[in-house]
């Protein structure tokens, strides 16, 4: 016997029942304090969603940290474009530097998108929805990591001709900038040979950086670093969530990484090495 659909809310009776103004329970919505999803022109919130916000348990802004990632992955899921950035702005306004949103906020909110993925529970539209928003959040993250000073070398960073995604590219390209580095980030699906060209045409190259998020791809790694190998004999790192233990004896890998954190401290181990 199939249960009865759990009872949805509109804004207004939201408002009504927290005792507070429409446009309250609207930023409530909007900075993913409060889960709703859009229905027509209109937000509708589940009652469990609502207890749930009601609880003494939960954290408000005035009462302790603030899960910013959760937030953020709600707009995402919501496929709420404007919201997610509300969100972002308001993680920097409490203090969070562009770097502190990478690494606590975007990072969790994409992991966490494609393991709901993975797990079955959103399908590919929102999971496809939410990585296109992820992606201009990004791009507007960029430009306020550039820090100021004299460039520390160049980091070339790119993946394998397997690899489909490059998000995370430009996630790990950004951090690096903020760190002062030069980096030129060729993006996924690249030939290994282009790869090499890019290396040693590059003007004082520190690293070469090979992300990958796919599993299985040691072969197309392994051609990637010979490639780079036959030209050069700068330091290559191997980073990303689908390195596997296996790649670290690589001949002619550095290091690996499975963290951005992790990268760039393979970074600044190989600078203060030179």
């Known amino acids: 016997m199939n249960s009865a659909p759990e009872p949805q809310l509109s804004l207004q009776q ?93 990072v969790p909110a994409l992991r966490e998108v494609g393991e709901r993925w993975e797990a079955g529970d959103i399908d590919v539209a929102q999971e496809h929805a939410a990585s296109q928003i992820a ?17 520390r070398g160049t980091v070339i960073v790119g993946s394998t001709a397997t690899e489909l995604h490059d998000l995370p590219l430009t996630i790990i390209s950004d951090l690096l900038r903020a760190e002062r580095l030069e980096v030129i980030n060729l993006g996924a699906n690249l030939p290994p040979e282009f790869f090499a060209a890019a290396v040693a045409r590059g003007d004082d190259v520190v690293a070469a950086a090979i992300g990958v998020t796919m599993p299985d791809q040691g072969a197309e790694i392994a051609r990637t670093v010979n490639a780079i190998r036959a030209v050069s004999d700068v330091d290559i790192l191997v980073g990303g969530s689908g390195v596997s233990d296996d790649i670290a004896d690589l001949p002619g890998v550095t290091a690996i990484a499975t963290t951005s954190d992790e990268a760039i401290a393979v970074i600044e181990a190989v600078l203060a090495g030179r």
């Open 135 to 151: 992606a201009r959040l990004i791009a507007r993250l960029g430009p306020m990591m550039m820090s100021r000073g004299v460039r």
């Open 14 to 106: 939201v408002a009504d029942e927290l005792g507070v103004h429409y446009m309250t329970a609207y930023r409530y919505v909007r900075l993913g304090m409060l889960p709703a999803e859009r229905e027509g022109r209109s937000w509708v919130v589940q009652r469990s969603d609502l207890d749930a916000f009601q609880s003494p348990s939960t954290v408000r802004p005035e009462r302790g940290s603030t899960r910013w990632d959760s937030r953020l992955i709600s707009r995402l899921l919501a496929a709420d474009d404007s919201g997610a950035w509300s969100v972002i702005e308001a993680a920097m306004a409490s203090g969070l530097t562009p770097s502190d949103v990478y690494q606590s906020m975007v």
